[in-house]
């Protein structure tokens, strides 16, 4: 016989990861956003500084932060089940 989830740890299994993906998301964009800043306030900003913006670096650090939460949420959860 094969046992069936209950339709309440489906539930549970979806808040985890999405919340682990939005903490990341929030995470990761606000730390590449003050690195990105304080960089370019620096006396000589390196040529990588100059080249992208801080919202630049802001999504990609949330991009990041997405996967990472997504990942992580998924090896924890993975691995009480297996």
């Given at each position: 016989?094969?046992?069936?989830?209950?339709?309440?740890?489906?539930?549970?299994?979806?808040?985890?990861?999405?919340?682990?993906?939005?903490?990341g998301?929030?995470?990761?964009?606000?730390?590449?956003?003050?690195?990105?800043?304080?960089?370019?306030?620096?006396?000589?900003?390196?040529?990588?500084?100059?080249?992208?913006?801080?919202?630049?670096?802001?999504?990609?650090?949330?991009?990041?932060?997405?996967?990472?939460?997504?990942?992580?949420a998924?090896?924890?959860?993975?691995?009480?089940?297996?």
């Amino acid at each position: 016989m094969r046992k069936t989830s209950s339709p309440k740890k489906d539930h549970r299994l979806l808040f985890i990861i999405s919340f682990c993906a939005i903490s990341g998301a929030i995470l990761n964009s606000s730390t590449a956003w003050a690195e990105s800043t304080n960089c370019l306030q620096s006396e000589n900003p390196p040529a990588q500084c100059v080249r992208k913006s801080p919202m630049m670096s802001a999504i990609e650090g949330g991009v990041m932060g997405v996967m990472a939460g997504t990942g992580a949420a998924l090896g924890a959860v993975l691995r009480r089940y297996f």
